[in-house]
C-alpha cells in the first residue's frame, strides 16, 4: 500500500478552483512548477505536497475539501489498475455507515482496531454482488470517509467518489449520457404506475420491476430507486459500483457479476421496464456457445451483430406489454446482415420505435413484448435527431396513445410494410417527416429568397486584387528558414484526441476547413497547445486544404493540425495563412499528395506593409471561399426540396 497522494490536471484545477487550461499554462510558463511523478504522457500524475508547495509560494489560493481528501487518500492507497475496487470499497464502507449508525463512532475513534470494524463492515454489507477485499481500507481513510459522511451524507459521498473515479478514467469506461439515461427514465415511468394503460397490475402489491442487463456503473438505473431494480454487469467492479449506488439511494436492488449472455443471472426474470446501454461491437460475445439458445425468438443474431443478441436478450426478459429502451449504434438500423432479425421484430410488432434523439446518436430502440394473441400493429414511430430530448418523448406519448394516428414532430408512423423490403432499413434519418404542402412550399420560397439574395451578394464579396503594371516575381523563403531565424515557432496537433467529452473547446479539421466555432470538446492535459489570437492553423492533411488566423483565445490544437505562432513585428499572420492556403491548395491539385510539408512552403520575402496588403487580399479571398460555400449548401437544399416538392405534388412547374 502506497501513501504519496498524486493528483491529474483536472485534480489541481479543481484543488486551485480554475479551469483546466490555466494548469496547462502554469505547466508552460513557470519554470518551477513539479514535474510529473507517474501516470503518462497523455496524463500525468503530480505529487500533492509538491503541488501544495508550489500554489503556497506562487500566491494562488487552494483549499483542499474533505470530498478531495478522501479522493487523494484514495489514489494514494493502491495504483490505477485497482481504483475501481478502491471506490467500490469506500462504498461499502459508506453503506455500512448507513445501516449501522453506531459504526460512523467506532470509524471515528482513533483506537479503533480495523479488524473489528472489517469484521462489523463485511456483516452489514452480505448483500453486495462481490467480496470486499476491506483490507485496501486503512484507519486514516475510515475516518475521513466518516467525516465525509457527516457532512454530505453517505449517498451523495459516494456519488462525489464515483463522479472523481469516472473522470479519471473517462477513456477506459463507457457512461450513459445523462440526458438520454434521463429519457430512457421518463419513458418508461408510466409503465411504473403512471397513467398508462400498460400501467402493471400486480395483485400481491409488489413494485414494480426494472432489469439492466449491462448496467455499468449503473447511470440507467439511478433514477428507478422506488422500483425493484435488478442488473447484471460482466465487470465485477462495475457490480460492486452500481449494487452501492442504487443500495445508498434506498432502492431494493439485486446486482449480479457475471457475462448476461453467457451466464444469465436472472434466467426467469420478467420485468416491467428493461433498459440498457448495451457494449457496441463486440465480436466475441459468444456466437459459438450461443447458437440454439432459447432466448433468439426473432432469429440467431450473426456473430458481428452482438447488439440484436442484447435486444432479444431484453426482450426475454419483459414481460408481456413490458417496455424495452436500449440504446443502439447508428449502423444496428441498417446493416445487411440484421435485415431478418429486424424484419421479424417488426413483423411480431415487437419493434415499437426507432429515435434518433440527440443529433450524431446513438439510436434510441423502444420494443414491446407483444402480449399472447393480441393483433399486431401497422406502424411504427421514427424520430431523427430532435431540437431536444422532449420532443422524442412527445412523438412517443402520442404514438403510444394512438399507434395508428400521425404523432407531432420531429415523429413519423411509417407503415411496417412499406419497411419490408431487401433492405428493412429502419435508419430515421431515412424516415424524416414530410412536411404538409402548405408549409413544404412556404419552406421553398423561403430557401429560394436565401438563396437569391446570397448569390446577389457574391458580386460584392469579389476580392480587389488587380494585375501589376509591370509583373514581377519578389524573391521568396521557406517556413523553415523562418523557422530557424526565430520569426515563426511551429507547434504541432496530437495524433490522436478525444474530441466528444470534456469542457474544453478543440479546434477541429473540420471547422478550420468551414471557419466555423471550435467544435470538439475535450478533457484537460498539459500536453494540449492553446490557441491565441494572430497564430496560423493550418491542417496536417493536403485534402483539408485550409489555413486561417486564429482571432478567438482558449481553445485546443486537434488533431492533424500545425499552429504557427509568429513574431508580430516581422510576419503578418493573414499573409502567412495565405501562402500556406496557397501550399494546401497545390498540394491537392497532384494526385497522390497526402501531407503539405510545411518547411518547404515558399513565402515571398515582402516589408510588413506589404504583407499586411496581401493578408487583407488574402482575408478577402477567404471570406469569399466561406460565402461560396455556404450559398452552394443553400442551393442544395434549394434543389432538394424542389424535386420533393414537384414529386410529393406541393410545388407545380412555373411561377
Known amino acids: 500500500m502506497r501513501h504519496d497522494a498524486t493528483l491529474n490536471a483536472g485534480d489541481i484545477a479543481r484543488l486551485a478552483d480554475v479551469g483546466r487550461a490555466a494548469v496547462s499554462n502554469w505547466r508552460r510558463r513557470y519554470d518551477d512548477f513539479p514535474q510529473p511523478v507517474g501516470g503518462t504522457a497523455a496524463s500525468p500524475l503530480f505529487s500533492l505536497p509538491e503541488v501544495e508547495d508550489w500554489l503556497r509560494r506562487n500566491g494562488k489560493p487552494y483549499?483542499?475539501?474533505?470530498?478531495?481528501?478522501?479522493?487523494?487518500?484514495?489514489?494514494?492507497?493502491?495504483?490505477?489498475?485497482?481504483?475501481?475496487?478502491?471506490?467500490?470499497?469506500?462504498?461499502?464502507?459508506?453503506?455500512?455507515?448507513?445501516?449501522?449508525?453506531?459504526?460512523?463512532q467506532a470509524a471515528g475513534r482513533a483506537r479503533e482496531p480495523a479488524e473489528r470494524l472489517h469484521r462489523a463492515a463485511a456483516a452489514a454489507t452480505a448483500d453486495l454482488p462481490v467480496p470486499v477485499d476491506w483490507s485496501m481500507i486503512d484507519l486514516p481513510l475510515y475516518r475521513l470517509l466518516a467525516d465525509l459522511a457527516g457532512e454530505h451524507g453517505p449517498r451523495e459521498a459516494f456519488e462525489l467518489l464515483c463522479e472523481r473515479y469516472i473522470e479519471a478514467h473517462s477513456?477506459?469506461?463507457?457512461?450513459?449520457?445523462?440526458?438520454?439515461?434521463?429519457?430512457?427514465?421518463?419513458?418508461a415511468a408510466p409503465l411504473l404506475g403512471g397513467p398508462a394503460d400498460d400501467a402493471p397490475q400486480n395483485a400481491t402489491g409488489a413494485p414494480p420491476t426494472v432489469f439492466d442487463p449491462a448496467c455499468g456503473v449503473g447511470a440507467l438505473l439511478l433514477p428507478f430507486t422506488g422500483a425493484?431494480?435488478?442488473?447484471?454487469?460482466?465487470?465485477?467492479?462495475?457490480?460492486?459500483?452500481?449494487?452501492?449506488?442504487?443500495?445508498l439511494g434506498g432502492a431494493r436492488a439485486q446486482v449480479v457479476a457475471g457475462d448476461s449472455l453467457r451466464l444469465d443471472g436472472f434466467p426467469a426474470l420478467r420485468a416491467d421496464v428493461v433498459v440498457c446501454d448495451p457494449p457496441f461491437n463486440e465480436r466475441a460475445w459468444g456466437?459459438?456457445?450461443?447458437?440454439?439458445?432459447?432466448?433468439?425468438?426473432?432469429?440467431?443474431?450473426?456473430?458481428?451483430?452482438?447488439?440484436?443478441?442484447w435486444v432479444q436478450h431484453c426482450l426475454a426478459h419483459t414481460r408481456p406489454g413490458g417496455l424495452v429502451a436500449v440504446l443502439m449504434p447508428p449502423a444496428a438500423a441498417s446493416r445487411?446482415?440484421?435485415?431478418?432479425?429486424?424484419?421479424?421484430?417488426?413483423?411480431?410488432?415487437?419493434?415499437?420505435?426507432?429515435?434518433?434523439?440527440?443529433?450524431?446518436?446513438?439510436?434510441?430502440?423502444?420494443?414491446?413484448?407483444?402480449?399472447?394473441?393480441?393483433?399486431a400493429p401497422s406502424q411504427v414511430l421514427m424520430v431523427d435527431a430532435a431540437e431536444s430530448t422532449a420532443d422524442a418523448e412527445a412523438a412517443w406519448r402520442a404514438f403510444a396513445a394512438d399507434p395508428e394516428g400521425a404523432p407531432p414532430a420531429p415523429g413519423r408512423a411509417v407503415r411496417i410494410i412499406d419497411l419490408l423490403d431487401d433492405e428493412v432499413d429502419l435508419s430515421p434519418a431515412r424516415h424524416r417527416l414530410l412536411l404538409g404542402a402548405r408549409e413544404a412550399a412556404a419552406e421553398f420560397g423561403r430557401v429560394r429568397e436565401r438563396f437569391a439574395a446570397r448569390a446577389a451578394a457574391l458580386e460584392g464579396a469579389l476580392p480587389h486584387v488587380a494585375p501589376p503594371a509591370e509583373?514581377?516575381?519578389?524573391?521568396?523563403?521557406?517556413?523553415?528558414?523562418?523557422?530557424?531565424?526565430?520569426?515563426?515557432?511551429?507547434?504541432?496537433?496530437?495524433?490522436k484526441m478525444a474530441t466528444d467529452a470534456g469542457d474544453l473547446p478543440v479546434l477541429t479539421a473540420a471547422d478550420l476547413l468551414s471557419g466555423g466555432a471550435p467544435s470538439g470538446r475535450t478533457t484537460g492535459d498539459p500536453g494540449h497547445v492553446v490557441l491565441e489570437p494572430g497564430d496560423v492553423v493550418?491542417?496536417?492533411?493536403?485534402?483539408?486544404?485550409?489555413?486561417?488566423?486564429?482571432?478567438?483565445?482558449?481553445?485546443?490544437?486537434?488533431?492533424?493540425?500545425?499552429?504557427?505562432?509568429?513574431?508580430?513585428?516581422?510576419?503578418?499572420p493573414d499573409f502567412l495563412a495565405g501562402c500556406l492556403r496557397h501550399a494546401a491548395g497545390a498540394a491537392r491539385a497532384h494526385p497522390g499528395a497526402s501531407r503539405v510539408d510545411a518547411r518547404r512552403v515558399r513565402v515571398p520575402r515582402l516589408s510588413l506593409a506589404?504583407?499586411?496588403?496581401?493578408?487583407?487580399?488574402?482575408?478577402?479571398?477567404?471570406?469569399?471561399?466561406?460565402?461560396?460555400r455556404a450559398t452552394a449548401e443553400l442551393g442544395e437544399r434549394l434543389v432538394r426540396l424542389g424535386f420533393d416538392g414537384l414529386v410529393g405534388g406541393h410545388l407545380r412547374p412555373g411561377g
Not at 521557406?478 to 530557424?484: D, N
Open 63 to 104: 483549499e483542499m475539501s474533505p470530498a478531495d481528501r478522501v479522493w487523494q487518500r484514495l489514489r494514494a492507497s493502491g495504483d490505477d489498475l485497482r481504483l475501481g475496487d478502491l471506490v467500490g470499497c469506500a462504498g461499502a464502507f459508506l453503506l455500512f455507515l448507513l445501516r449501522d449508525p453506531e459504526g460512523r
Open 171 to 187: 477513456r477506459l469506461l463507457s457512461v450513459t449520457r445523462a440526458d438520454l439515461a434521463d429519457l430512457m427514465a421518463r419513458l
Open 228 to 247: 425493484r431494480v435488478l442488473a447484471q454487469d460482466g465487470g465485477e467492479t462495475a457490480a460492486l459500483l452500481t449494487a452501492v449506488r442504487l443500495l
Open 287 to 309: 456466437y459459438e456457445e450461443l447458437t440454439g439458445d432459447p432466448r433468439w425468438e426473432y432469429g440467431l443474431p450473426p456473430r458481428g451483430e452482438p447488439e440484436l443478441a
Open 336 to 375: 445487411r446482415p440484421g435485415k431478418r432479425i429486424r424484419g421479424n421484430l417488426l413483423r411480431a410488432g415487437a419493434l415499437r420505435a426507432v429515435m434518433t434523439p440527440v443529433p450524431g446518436g446513438p439510436d434510441l430502440w423502444l420494443l414491446r413484448r407483444p402480449r399472447p394473441g393480441e393483433r
Open 471 to 495: 509583373g514581377h516575381e519578389p524573391p521568396t523563403t521557406t517556413i523553415g528558414e523562418l523557422v530557424r531565424a526565430g520569426m515563426v515557432t511551429v507547434h504541432q496537433g496530437p495524433a
Open 538 to 572: 493550418s491542417a496536417v492533411l493536403a485534402e483539408v486544404g485550409a489555413a486561417r488566423t486564429v482571432t478567438e483565445a482558449g481553445a485546443v490544437l486537434g488533431p492533424h493540425l500545425y499552429l504557427y505562432r509568429v513574431d508580430r513585428e516581422r510576419i503578418d
Open 610 to 628: 506589404e504583407q499586411r496588403e496581401y493578408g487583407r487580399a488574402f482575408r478577402e479571398l477567404l471570406a469569399l471561399e466561406d460565402r461560396l
